[in-house]
T-cell receptor, first 115, second 115 residues
Framework: GESVGLHLPTLSVQEGDNSIINCAYS??????FIWYKQESGKGPQFIID?????DKRQGQRVTVLLNKTVKHLSLQIAATQPGDSAVYFC??????????????FGQGTILTVHP | DAGVTQSPTHLIKTRGQQVTLRCSPK?????VSWYQQALGQGPQFIFQ???????QRGNFPDRFSGHQFPNYSSELNVNALLLGDSALYLC??????????????FGPGTRLTVL
């Protein structure tokens, strides 16, 4: 079936470094993508989203890149801080009429930031 | 502005019992989605409610049912509990109507343990 997956399950970086978390998706009909951050014992927290008519979107210290040709999504975190340590999930939603409302999540990447 | 709230925080049940989990959406949101998150996995879509009707359903048995009230709050009911139902149950809200947003904002979750 259709799925969203991650290339790397864990990522360790030093404080101040830039982090890149990757995600591959298989549903070519997906038109909306979201990155969530989940800390232990908490619900997923929205970080940034992007629609399929864009290839880049920037937020505060975060950038999401979308490559529809190879069905690849990435999250870049600038100047990573210890508070960024968490599990990061990418999620996708298909167009209306295909998977209205349903988010399909990947397995997640554990980001550990060392002081 | 209150975010998504869920109750209870934790719950312990025995096999065969029934459980009801509750969710209040973010202010201004009219759509509630429920997800099950097993330990070490990404959230899995259970179903979504809009206008008090189930609009979309994931691959979950009929033991899982829900309801949405006129004030947009929602309940998730699980009957005949199995050990495998132990998970974090997440509620997410979004808006289809006025102020439409595809972004789903998650609550803190209810940790269900089935013994």
């Amino acid at each position: 079936g259709e799925s969203v997956g991650l290339h790397l399950p864990t990522l360790s970086v030093q404080e101040g470094d830039n982090s890149i978390i990757n995600c591959a998706y298989s549903n070519s009909a997906s038109d909306y993508f979201i990155w969530y951050k989940q800390e232990s014992g908490k619900g997923p927290q929205f970080i940034i989203d992007i629609r399929s008519n864009m290839d880049k979107r920037q937020g505060q210290r975060v950038t999401v890149l979308l490559n529809k040709t190879v069905k690849h999504l990435s999250l870049q975190i600038a100047a990573t801080q210890p508070g960024d340590s968490a599990v990061y999930f990418c999620a996708e939603k298909g167009g209306l009429g295909t998977s209205y409302g349903k988010l399909t999540f990947g397995q997640g990447t554990i980001l550990t930031v060392h002081p | 502005d209150a975010g998504v709230t869920q109750s209870p925080t934790h719950l312990i049940k025995t096999r065969g019992q029934q459980v009801t989990l509750r969710c209040s959406p973010k202010s201004g949101h009219d759509t509630v989605s429920w997800y099950q998150q097993a330990l070490g996995q990404g959230p899995q879509f259970i179903f979504q409610y809009y206008e008090e009707e189930e609009r979309q359903r994931g691959n979950f048995p009929d033991r899982f049912s829900g309801h949405q009230f006129p004030n947009y709050s929602s309940e998730l009911n699980v009957n005949a509990l199995l050990l495998g139902d132990s998970a974090l149950y997440l509620c997410a809200s979004s808006s289809v109507g006025t102020g439409h947003t595809d972004t789903q904002y998650f609550g803190p979750g209810t940790r269900l343990t089935v013994l």
